[in-house]
């Protein structure tokens, strides 16, 4: 089948379940996320805002960050999530345990079309007590992401999201920014999601699409 440019406008992912997580990692996911005090990515909120959006200068920070590549929006963030909480647990050559932060962010970098595959990169911000020296990642297939300053149109929204929410609001903030007459970036974009899967009432997800730069 060819395949064709996309765009946001064009997103295909198909909505699928998570699937079984192990109950020893939903446990303590569940115990950090209902805490208060998770620590959050540094930005900076511009004074002018948009009316259904915010816009947000994010500082160069470090992230620990693993990509998938597929078709499947949450299969790839089963999976990196699962390698990521592994090396926040201890799977480094430091051997230490990191805190949980927020978000889990997920930077999409759409395929050329329906038959082509994405890729997904998962990342968790790195707390400020290791940005300086971030312990080294064990398994091969996790890195440390060295994630320079970028500002970002914001879209917050609640409840329990999926592959099919996720488009919607994209598609919601896309057509925001047209009516605005905003300059950004068609991809990637990101999805961040901020709480627990046992959090049930006033939870927060959002996505991000990029400001383009000046010419």
């Known amino acids: 089948m060819h395949c064709s440019e996309l765009s946001l406008s064009l997103l295909y992912f198909k909505k699928k379940a998570l699937g079984t997580v192990r109950p020893a990692m939903l446990k303590a996911v569940g115990q950090a996320l209902f805490s208060s005090g998770l620590q959050n990515p540094p930005f900076t909120p511009e004074e002018k805002q948009g009316q259904d959006y915010e816009i947000r200068t994010y500082h160069a920070t470090k992230w620990v960050s693993t990509t998938r590549s597929g ?3 949450d299969e790839a963030m089963k999976s990196g999530f699962g390698r990521l909480f592994n090396y926040i647990q201890g799977n480094n050559h430091n051997k230490v345990k990191v805190e ?3 978000p889990v962010s997920c930077r999409v970098d759409p395929g050329a079309g329906p038959a082509c595959e994405s ?6 911000y790195i707390p400020e007590e290791h940005q300086a020296n971030p312990p080294e990642p064990k398994d091969p297939e996790v890195f440390v992401e060295h994630r320079k300053e970028f500002t970002a149109y914001v879209r917050t929204y609640g409840g329990f999201s999926s592959e099919k929410i996720k488009r919607e609001e994209l598609l919601k903030l896309v057509e925001s920014l047209q009516r605005d007459g905003v300059q950004f970036v068609d991809k990637p974009f990101y999805t961040a999601g901020y709480d627990s899967p046992f959090k049930l009432t006033n939870r927060r ?3 991000w699409i990029l400001k383009k730069a000046p010419e």
Do not use: I, K
């Open 205 to 207: 997800n959002e996505v």
């Open 71 to 73: 078709m499947q929006w």
């Open 119 to 124: 890729q997904f990169t998962v990342s968790f």
């Open 100 to 102: 949980m932060t927020a």
